[in-house]
């Protein structure tokens, strides 16, 4: 009993590092230089796309469905589904890197419709919910899915959250006031992760369903949001190389897993 309180502390205390280093990502935009944002967000997009489709395919669905069943998938589609929906509703703000190099060259100089800070802000923080929720569930299979869904849920924070911050900078915000609002949101991450944790222990197959959706929403994330920014501007190695390293990267972790006897 004692080891099994011992280990159940372990996972509590990784997810809420996980989570905490989720947070401090998504202060990324106010404090990365704006030179070295323009030179490195097309690799580091390409590079989130590359973590989150090798961990949805290695790691989050193969679980979901070990959990769950073919039901993962229904799962996983409502919620490719639903995110495609929330997104054409709210109206797509994520994952640009056109974003950054837009503020990067004024305020003025983003493109397209502006986003009302009020709507990127709840669309963050549901967003937030979702990777909160998404990492207590792959921890609580398994430190090794858990750090490789951790991984991802950082990497392709990145470049999201430079974007609501250039965003909101565009929309007339102070840097201080624009940091203060994503370090806000970032906080509902941790509320995902806490009903994930407590959650489960009245209701086990909550585990596998949150993976499951998570894994849809992965999926729409890297294929519809980043995976497209790989054919855009002049740099297309610099992005091909970070996609490539994204993939290696968590399907080393999965081999690794394998090999020590991981789960799964």
């Known amino acids: 009993m004692a080891d099994g309180d011992l280990m159940e502390a372990h996972t509590v205390l990784f997810v809420f590092i996980a989570v905490g280093l989720d947070g401090l990502a998504g202060l990324a935009g106010g404090v990365l230089s704006e030179r070295w944002l323009q030179r490195r967000?097309?690799?580091?997009?390409?590079?989130?796309?590359?973590?989150?489709?090798s961990a949805v395919f290695l790691e989050v669905l193969p679980e979901a469905v070990e959990a769950r069943g073919n039901t993962a998938f229904t799962w996983a589609f409502a919620s490719f589904v639903a995110l495609a929906l929330l997104e054409w509703a709210l109206g797509h703000h994520h994952h640009h890197a056109e974003a950054a190099a837009g503020h990067a060259h004024g305020p003025h100089a983003h493109p397209g419709a502006p986003t009302l800070p009020a709507t990127l802000l709840a669309s963050d923080a549901l967003h937030n919910v979702g990777d909160g929720a998404a990492v207590a569930a792959a921890f609580l299979v398994s430190p090794e899915a858990g750090f490789a869904t951790a991984f991802a849920v950082i990497v392709h924070e990145l470049p999201q959250e430079v974007g609501d911050y250039a965003l909101l900078r565009a929309a007339g915000w102070s840097r201080a006031g624009a940091l203060v609002a994503l370090a806000g949101v970032q906080l509902t991450a941790a509320a995902g992760a806490a009903g994930v944790l407590l959650g489960t222990r009245y209701l086990p197959s909550?585990?596998?369903?949150?993976l499951a959706i998570a894994g849809g929403s992965f999926l729409y994330i890297g294929a519809v949001d980043l995976l497209p920014e790989l054919r855009r501007g002049p740099d297309s190695r610099q992005r091909v190389v970070g996609f490539l390293c994204g993939l290696l990267l968590i399907g080393g972790l999965h081999l690794a897993e394998a090999f020590t006897g991981g789960h799964g």
Do not use: K, N, S, Y
């Open 41 to 53: 967000l097309p690799a580091l997009v390409a590079f989130a796309a590359g973590t989150l489709l």
């Open 206 to 210: 909550l585990q596998g369903t949150v």
